[in-house]
C-alpha cells in the first residue's frame, strides 16, 4: 500500500459528502433534507476557517520541516480543492434539481426577483424600503487604495455595470433581517424569495447613479484558528479574549463568488482585495446555505419534517422524590436526546437546596448560552455551597460563552480555573461533596457530551450518575489535579489522559491479541466520533492481523484503512448519519467472553489521548452494561443510515440482508427505550 492511513482532511470531507447524501435522500423528509443542506455548507465553511487555514500556514514552514512532520501542505490542498470543487457540483444539483422541483409540487416556490408578479413586486417595494435599505451600508472601493474590511462570512454584492468605474459592495443584512421573505401570493401556492433577490429588484432604485447596475454575490471567509493549543506562557484567558477579537479579521481562506461574474470584475476585486488564485472558489448565485436552517415553511405541512421524538421520562427518575436518593439505590444511565436532560440541571438544583451538601465541582466545556446548569450552579452558591468550575476557554466557536459564564460564576463566589495552556479539558464530569456523619459520600456525573441544553436534543449520549465509590473516589482525584492539588491522578478504574488513556487502551487491546493467539474469542467493537491517531490505528492492525475481530462505527474521521486484504480485512468500519448526530463514544473488548465496556468523552485522536484531560469510565453495573450493549447492537446491525467506510470511503450504504428486516438503529433505540418506560 502507498500508505496504510487515511488523510485526516480528507476522511473529514469524506464524513462531509455523507450529509450531503442525507440531502440527497429521498426517503428523509423535505425540509430534514434543506437542514442537511445547511449543515454541509456550515461544516465546509468551518473546514476552510479552521483546516484550510492551518494547512496554508504550514505552507510556510521550511521545507525540512514539512518533512519531518510527515505534512504535504499544497498536495493535500490540491485534493482538497478537488473534492470541494466535485461536492459542491453535487450540491448544486441536488438542490437545483431535487429540492427545488420537491418544493414545487408542495406549493412552495423559491422564485428570483425576476419572476415577482405585480402584486409580489409592490410588497418587494415597500418592504425594500422599509425594513431593508435603513439596513443596507454601500462600500465604495478602488483598486489602488486601501481595501475596504469584509467581515467574516459576512454576505455582500459586487456591484457592476459594464464598465471599469469605481467598484462598489453592498452587505446584505442577513444577520438583522430574514434571510428568506415570504411574499403574498393571488392564488394557489406559497412563495418565498432570497433577501440577496429582493435587494436585487431594488437596486435602480438604491443606486440611481448606477445604469443598469449587475449584482453579484461574494463572500470572505477567514482564517477562525487562533494558534493558542501550543502557548506555554501569559495570561491565557487574556489571550483567548484577544483572540476573539481578532478571529473576525483573520486571513482570508476562501473568496466564494458567483461564477457568472464577469472576468472583468473578478478581476477587480482580486487586484482590490490581493487574492491568490487559492483563495478564489466559484460559486452559484447565493452563498451561506446554513441560512436554510430558518427557511420558512408558509404551508404549515408537518410531514415535511421528521415525525417528532420528544425526550423520554427516565423510568427510575422521573417519579423519583430525590435524584440524590434514587442514585444512591444504585447507579443510572441517562441516553441523550432520547431522553430528558432535565435531569442534570434538576440534580444540581436539589444538590444546592440540600443542607447536606457542601460542594459542587465541574468542567465546563461548551455552555449554553442559557444554561440552567450555570443557572443551577449560581443558586448554589447563594445558598452557601462551594463551587468549582473548571472553564475550559478553548473550546473553539464556544470561547465567548463560556467566558461569560466563569465571569459570573466567579462574581458570585465560585473558584473557577480555566485552561492550561497547551492543554485542554475536555473531560465531562461534575462531582457533588455531601457530608453524612463523618464520612462525605459523593456523587458523581460522568458522560460523553457536553453540559450543554441545547446540543442535548440533538447529540446522541451517555452519562453515568453514579455513587460507586471506585468511581466517584477517583472522580476526586482527577478535581485534585484541575486545582493543582495533585500532579497524577493514581486511578485503578478510570482511564485519565494524558496520563493512562493510551496506555490503558494498548493494555486492552494487547489482551485481546492474546486470546486470539491462544485460540480464544477475541473481539473489540469500538464507537467514536474520530479515530485518527497513529498508534492506536497500528494497533488495530496489529490485532486484525493476529485474528482479533474488530468492528468499528466512526461517525467522522476514520483515518483506518479497513477491509484491505492481507492487512485489515479483519476490520469493519461503518458511519451512521442521521437525524441526531453520534457522538456518543463506547469501547468493548470481548475478554474472551467476559466483555468490558468503557464509555468516554475521548476520541482516538492525538490530541484526545496525548494533550487533553479525557475520563474513560467502566461500566460495571450489569443491568447498565445490558442496556448500553442493547443500544450498541442497534448501531451494529443498522442497514438504513449506515455507510461502508472500507477502502477509500467511498460511502456506500450498508446492504440489508434479503431476509434482513431494515433496521434503523437511533428510530430502534427510541422504541427500545420507549418501551422500558
Request: aromatic content about 10%; glycine content about 6%.
Amino acid at each position: 500500500m502507498e500508505s496504510s492511513y487515511l488523510d485526516r482532511d480528507l476522511s473529514w470531507l469524506s464524513f462531509n459528502h455523507r450529509v450531503l447524501q442525507e440531502a440527497q435522500n429521498e426517503q428523509v423528509p423535505l425540509y430534514e433534507r434543506i437542514k442537511f443542506l445547511a449543515i454541509y455548507s456550515s461544516n465546509l465553511d468551518e473546514f476552510f476557517r479552521v483546516r484550510v487555514a492551518s494547512l496554508r500556514s504550514f505552507k510556510e514552514l521550511r521545507k525540512k520541516t514539512r518533512q519531518a512532520l510527515n505534512i504535504k501542505p499544497k498536495k493535500t490542498l490540491r485534493e482538497i480543492r478537488a473534492i470541494v470543487d466535485r461536492q459542491q457540483a453535487e450540491f448544486g444539483r441536488i438542490f437545483r434539481e431535487e429540492i427545488l422541483p420537491e418544493l414545487g409540487r408542495q406549493d412552495i416556490f423559491l422564485i428570483p426577483e425576476s419572476e415577482y408578479d405585480a402584486g409580489q413586486q409592490a410588497f418587494a417595494r415597500q418592504y425594500f424600503r422599509e425594513k431593508v435599505a435603513p439596513a443596507l451600508h454601500l462600500i465604495r472601493a478602488q483598486t489602488d487604495q486601501q481595501p475596504p474590511f469584509l467581515r467574516n462570512k459576512a454576505l455582500y454584492f459586487a456591484i457592476g455595470s459594464g464598465d471599469r468605474q469605481e467598484l462598489q459592495l453592498l452587505e446584505i443584512p442577513s444577520d438583522e433581517l430574514p434571510r428568506f421573505v415570504v411574499l403574498p401570493s393571488a392564488g394557489q401556492g406559497h412563495y418565498v424569495s432570497f433577501l440577496d433577490d429582493l435587494i436585487r429588484f431594488n437596486l435602480e432604485e438604491f443606486l440611481p447613479d448606477r445604469p443598469t447596475p449587475e449584482a453579484y454575490s461574494i463572500k470572505l471567509s477567514r482564517d477562525a484558528e487562533m494558534y493558542i493549543d501550543d502557548e506555554f506562557s501569559g495570561n491565557l484567558v487574556e489571550k483567548i479574549r484577544q483572540g476573539l477579537s481578532e478571529r473576525n479579521i483573520g486571513l482570508p481562506t476562501r473568496f466564494l463568488y458567483d461564477s457568472a461574474m464577469p472576468a472583468e470584475l473578478l478581476q477587480q476585486l482580486v487586484e482590490l482585495f490581493q487574492l491568490s488564485k487559492n483563495d478564489l472558489i466559484p460559486g452559484a448565485r447565493y452563498h451561506n446555505f446554513n441560512d436554510f436552517f430558518t427557511f420558512p415553511n408558509p404551508s404549515g405541512k408537518v410531514e415535511l419534517y421528521d415525525p417528532p421524538m420528544p425526550p423520554l421520562p427516565h423510568p427510575e427518575l422521573e417519579e423519583a422524590a430525590s435524584l440524590l436518593t434514587a442514585i444512591e439505590e444504585g447507579d443510572r444511565i441517562l441516553h441523550f436526546p432520547y431522553q430528558k436532560y432535565d435531569y442534570v440541571p434538576k440534580l444540581l438544583w436539589e444538590a444546592a437546596e440540600d443542607e447536606t451538601v457542601e460542594s459542587i465541582k465541574i468542567t465546563l466545556y461548551r455552555v449554553a448560552s442559557k444554561s440552567l446548569v450555570t443557572e443551577a450552579l449560581l443558586h448554589a452558591l447563594s445558598r452557601g455551597k462551594r463551587v468549582v468550575a473548571f472553564i475550559e476557554a478553548k473550546a473553539r466557536f464556544d470561547e465567548a460563552s463560556n467566558l461569560f459564564w466563569g465571569q459570573r460564576l466567579q462574581e458570585a463566589g465560585a473558584k473557577v480555573l480555566y485552561s492550561y495552556p497547551g492543554i485542554k479539558v475536555h473531560t465531562k464530569l461534575f462531582l457533588i461533596t455531601r457530608r453524612e456523619g463523618e464520612k462525605p459520600r459523593r456523587y458523581a456525573y460522568l458522560g460523553t457530551g457536553n453540559f450543554n441544553e441545547k446540543t442535548a436534543r440533538l447529540y446522541g449520549d451517555h452519562a453515568l450518575l453514579t455513587c460507586d465509590k471506585r468511581l466517584t473516589t477517583e472522580v476526586a482525584q482527577v478535581f485534585q489535579l484541575l486545582e493543582g492539588r495533585i500532579i497524577l491522578p493514581r486511578c485503578k478504574h478510570l482511564l485519565v489522559s494524558p496520563f493512562a488513556l493510551r496506555s490503558g487502551f494498548t493494555a486492552l487491546i494487547d489482551r485481546e491479541i492474546e486470546h486470539a493467539r491462544a485460540g480464544r474469542q477475541a473481539y473489540l467493537i469500538l464507537k467514536m466520533n474520530s479515530l485518527e491517531d497513529p498508534g492506536m490505528i497500528d494497533k488495530l492492525y496489529e490485532a486484525a492481523q493476529a485474528g482479533v475481530k474488530v468492528r468499528l462505527i466512526i461517525r467522522g474521521i476514520c483515518c483506518l484503512l479497513a477491509g484491505i486484504p492481507d492487512w485489515s480485512e479483519g476490520i469493519e468500519a461503518t458511519s451512521i448519519v442521521d437525524r441526531f448526530l453520534e457522538h456518543a463514544r463506547i469501547y468493548l473488548f470481548g475478554n474472551g467472553g467476559q466483555e468490558e465496556m468503557y464509555l468516554a468523552s475521548a476520541d482516538w485522536m492525538t490530541r484526545n489521548l496525548d494533550r487533553r484531560v479525557e475520563v474513560a469510565m467502566p461500566i460495571y453495573d450489569r443491568k447498565i452494561f445490558g442496556e448500553l450493549r442493547e443500544l450498541l447492537d442497534f448501531q451494529l446491525n443498522d442497514n438504513v443510515k449506515a455507510r461502508l467506510l472500507h477502502g477509500r470511503q467511498e460511502n456506500r450504504y450498508v446492504q440489508a440482508d434479503d431476509e434482513a428486516a431494515p433496521l434503523r438503529a437511533q428510530s430502534a433505540t427510541y422504541e427500545w427505550l420507549r418501551s422500558k418506560g
